[in-house]
Every structure is written in structure tokens, then in C-alpha cells.
């Protein structure tokens, strides 16, 4: 008498040849009924959800996401994948997957006389098509029913995809242990990575396991994994796919025991690029980001390593970009995702913090573009009080007069409220937001004189974005991570935030340049800072091509005894150039540089900074809004609203009142106490505001109104 178990299988591969049978005869009589099944499964494929993949700008991974199921299910084409994978792929389970329509008649039949024959499963009959249409509709592997369902589904696969497309239906959806599917998820987790290039033992395991993915894990079952890739192995050297040699080489190859970790770099950007992708129907597809996959690895590994000996909570971040093209190269939110000692999951390239004396070269900048002062200027370092505003020394100590280049490369606090006065905070603000940062000034309206000096909220991206520009020549280009979305209209080229002149004068003296009389300045530009009650420590720096900000801290804004800028901050960002790479050269002065080796070289009006003193500078009047040269909405010409046109707001700042405006020369507004006033304007145009005080102090400027 037979066995249980053989009479069992013997019954179930008879039900099973009776199935095939029905679907046989039906194919050779022409069936309508069959056509009918078959169309309406064509209907009903659907192509698998894959995890979001986010990938470098050379197609490697930074990090995937799971699939809504909790698989990691990657999409895969024929061209990921290594060719003698394929090859032994199709001589071990479909050899003639290129000729049949999905039914391997011969194979079938073979399999299913072995069964009855033996009582058990000798060969498999399923072809590469019925295993991809048995894994879309997640059918069970001993089911009559279901087994005829994979038949019909394996027709309607050959006659709505290619072969090409049906091979890369299995490599994306073959089962290889837990929640692995797929070739490319496989191959990540039990090697390490893309299966483009695969050794002989590791793409004949990689056959194996779909087999059976839970008997044959290699990281549970290691023994059953190597015999059953020793089988493929052998197997493939009597077919002549390999040569006994290679084979044997190929037995040798330890097996995997431990799964290994997805890929994740860049993890705070990766995640953000992924929550911006996101629509209905969008949850399949590839990523590509602009990092560079080899230095963000170096970042992030030189950041754990220098994080390791700093107590918790403090924290690091670090942002590289190609000032040139606008382009994020590395970026570091945290030293380590999953530390929740330091806050690991906050993305701190985008924390509002306080800037410190990181603002100073734009303060600097804009003086030298209107002319106020120039590099060889001298300016007093004194005790100064600014309509009762009194900024002290960061070593509460005054230098007295000093050149303005030695002012900002000593980052004198004094000298830099001294010219901001003179430039204007709001001018200040509005060069920050023409790089394309958004300040935060809190519940003020307008400005004050210390933001100069750290009194504001900014994020380090935006900090990189402001010395981008400073790098770039005064132009500022958007600062872009998506590699296949660079932005459109007039903005891709950038906009201007100092005079290229300007720029230049800065670069000379954050590199470390004693005059303007000499030639290039050197290699590294930079500027350090240190928040009020050393909470933040920065440095942004750049070179001829790369700018690189550095933010040390802790997440929830707490002092840290002795953090400062130049200590702290500065050291990271000379190892993070290292590992950029040989530094880029800056460039040497443009045309219209006002060379000078001191100050007497200088016109005697540009000699010593002489603008009536700090306090004369805050006591004048001063217009806030609109900005000089501003282009102001308000609703006028032939394409107004019925409602007709806005008001113009005007704001004055310092003077004593009453004050009068004056537009285009005429009296428009007199007699006023409050420092905002409106006017209505009649017709679009260029148009030129004034106000005087009751001292008789004036201030002016010139707007385009549309």
C-alpha cells in the first residue's frame, strides 16, 4: 500500500493535470469562454506598488522606503541586473521562457507525469510567467482553483507585456525571505549591494531562494541556503554555463548569515524629497537628488566619529553645495538618525537658530557697495551708544581705530552695528530674501540694528544660500537637491545681492587678504559665529567652487560652556573641505576694484568712515518701506481690479517728528507724528519719496509702482 503523504501528492498533481487538461482543450477548441477569461484578467493587471527609491546624482542608493505593505519591493528593470543572473535564471526555471505563450506544454506535462510517478514533486512545470502571475494576485501554491487561476493569468500576462516586461515583473516581485522581494532588495540585504555586478555563488543563490524563500533564509538556515546553491552551482555546470573551475570557486563563497541593513544616506533629505513626491498614483518610481553619494558617506561617517566623544544632546550639522550651479552636494540633518539622545530624527539644516556675527559680511558687503566705506577705510572700535541700542564686544574690550578690513576679520561687533546704520536693516533683510532665505524677525515689524549681530531666526541652508551668492560673484542661485527638477524662469540664473565688486571685497578679507593691492586672495573664505549665551556655534565657508556651513548646538536651543564659532565650528568645516577634495582657487578681482594698500591710498573722502557718527547716522530720519529701487504691487495700470489701487505704505525710522512726505517733489503728506503713513498713488511709474523731519533731516528714495 502507497503512503499517505505519496497517495496525497499523487491525487493533488492528477487534479492538477486535470485543471491543465481543461485549460489545454479549451485553448485548442477556441473557447469562447476562455477568451472572455482571459480578456478580463488583461483588464484587471495592475502593476506592483514598489518602494520609493531616492537615489545620488550617479544612481546610487541613499536611502528606500518601504512599500504600504511593509515589503521592500524596489523596482527593477533587465538592465539592473547582472546578464548571468538572467542566464542561470532561465535555464533553471524556464528555459524556454523566449518561445512559449506562458504554458510550457512540455514541461508541464513532465512534471506532472514525475508526480504521479514518484508520489511527490519532482520538477517544477510553472513557467517564469505563471510564478509572475501567481505572485500579482498572491495566489497559494497548493490550490486546484488557484492553480488554474495562474494558467489563465499567465495567458493574459503574454498578451498584454513583453517578455522583457514580464521578466522584470519576477525581478521585482520573486520572493527572498521576510518582507524581501525582489532581486535588487535581495541583493542589497544579503550582500551588500546592486545587482548589476554578481559573483557565480552569490546570482546562484540568488536563483535558489525564491524556491523556497523561508526554508532556505540564509541568515536562519544557512546550511539548507548553501546546499541549495551548491545545486544551481552544479546544475549550471552541466548546462556549460560555467566552467567546472568557476564553480568551484563559486561553492567556496561564504553564505550570507546576517541581513543587512537597507542603504540610508542623507536621510533627512531623502525623507523630505519623498514627502514632496508624493500624489495619488505615485508611489512607484525613482528619485535622483543632486548629493553626491561618496562624500555624503564621508560626511556622515567623520560626524558620527566626531560626535562620538561630545556629550548628549549637543549635535552637528553640515551642508555642501556648488556655489556655482546652486546644487546640494551633502547634506548632514543629524549625526545619526535614530539617536534620540540627540534629537536625531530634527533636521537641523533647517532649525531656526541665531546667526551670531555670520551676517557681518553682508553688513560689510553692502557698505562697500554704496560706497559708505571700502577695505582700507578706517573706523572706530569704541564704546558707542545707537538711539540707546549699546552693542558690547563679543571680549567686551575696544580696539579703537582699525582698518574695516581688520574690523570684519576680527568680527568687531562695534564697526558692523556702525555700518549697518548706515546701510539700512531693512536693506539688510531684503538682500538676505533676495538669496532666497527667509529670516524670521518675530513679532517685529521692521528691523532693528541687532540683527547685525545675531538677533534674528535663520537656518543654515539659508546661511549657505546667502554665502553662495558672496562666493558666486554677488549672484546667488537656488540652492537645488532635485537632480531631474532644476527650476525653471528667470531664477535658475540667480539673483544679484552685492556688486560683484562688493563681493570680492569680502572674499579678499574672509580669506585672510592684508590689501586689495595684491592679486587673488587665496583658498578658503569663511566667517565664524557664536550666539547670545553660546547656544550656536557656526562657520560658512567657501572656495572657488564648493561653500560648505557647519552648525554645532544643541537641538532644543540650551547654552553649552565654552561653544564658540572659531573653536567649535571651524575645525569641522576645514575636515569637511578635506574631504571634498583639493580646494578650488577663488578668483582674482574683477574690473572696477579700487586697489589700496592702506588707507592714505584711498580718496581722502574714503580715508576714515566720517558719516556724522554713529548717533547722528540713528538719529537721521531714514525710510524703511519701501526699499530703494523696490518693485511695488498695487493694483495700477490697464489690468487694475475693479476695486481699484492699493496704498503705498510708508515707513520712516529715526528723525523727530512731524514729518512730511514729499512725492516727486511735490507735498503729498505733512504734519504727521506717526512714523507710517499710506499714500495713494494714480498711475504706475518710477516715483521718487522723500521725508523730512522737523530738524529738517531728510531721507529719500526711488521705487517702481505697478
Known sequence: MKPPRALAGRRRALAALAAMGLVVAAVIAGHAALERAVEARVAALREPETSRVVEARDGEILRAFAASDGRWRLEAEVGDVDPRFLAMLSAWEDKRFETHGGIDAQALARALWQSVRHGRAVSGGSTLTMQVARLLQRLPTRSV???????????????????????????????????????????????????????????ALLVALPQAPERLRPDLHPKRARAARDRVLARMAELGLLDAAEA???????????????????????SEARARAIKPGGARGRLRLTIDAALQSRIEAYARDKMASSPKPQSLAILVADHTTGEILASLGSPDLFDEGRQGYVDLTKALRSPGSTLKPLIYGLAFERGVAHPESLIDDRPTAFAGYTPQNFDSEFTGVLTVRRALQLSRNLPAVELLAAVGPSRLVERMRRAGAEPELGSRTLPGLAIGLGGLGISLEDLVRIYAGLANGGVARPLRIEADAPPGGPAAAGRRILSEQAAWYVTSILAGAPTTAKGPPGTIAYKTGTSFGYRDAWTVGYDGRHVVGVWLGRPDGAPVAGLVGQDSAAPVMRDVFARIGPPVRLPGPP???????????????????????????????????????????LGLGPDAPASGASDLSLKVRNGKPPFAWYVDGHLALRGLYERQAAWRPSEPGFVEISVVDSTGAAASTRVFLQ
Open 145 to 203: 482553483a488557484a492553480k488554474g487561476e495562474q494558467f489563465l493569468g499567465a495567458l493574459a500576462l503574454e498578451r498584454a507585456r513583453t517578455k522583457p516586461e514580464i521578466l522584470s515583473l519576477y525581478l521585482r516581485l520573486a520572493p527572498y525571505g521576510g518582507n524581501i522581494e525582489g532581486v535588487r532588495a535581495a541583493s542589497l540585504v544579503w550582500f551588500g549591494h546592486e545587482p548589476k555586478r554578481l559573483s557565480a555563488g552569490e546570482a
Open 248 to 270: 568551484e570557486r563559486a561553492r567556496r563563497e561564504p553564505i550570507p548569515t546576517r541581513r543587512l541593513d537597507m542603504p540610508l544616506l542623507a536621510a533627512h533629505a531623502a
Open 591 to 633: 574690473p572696477g576694484i579700487l586697489s589700496a594698500a592702506g588707507s592714505r591710498a584711498l580718496p581722502p573722502a574714503m580715508r576714515r568712515l566720517r558719516a556724522g557718527g554713529p548717533t547722528a547716522l540713528a538719529d537721521a530720519p531714514e525710510i524703511v518701506f519701501p526699499p530703494r529701487d523696490a518693485r511695488v504691487e
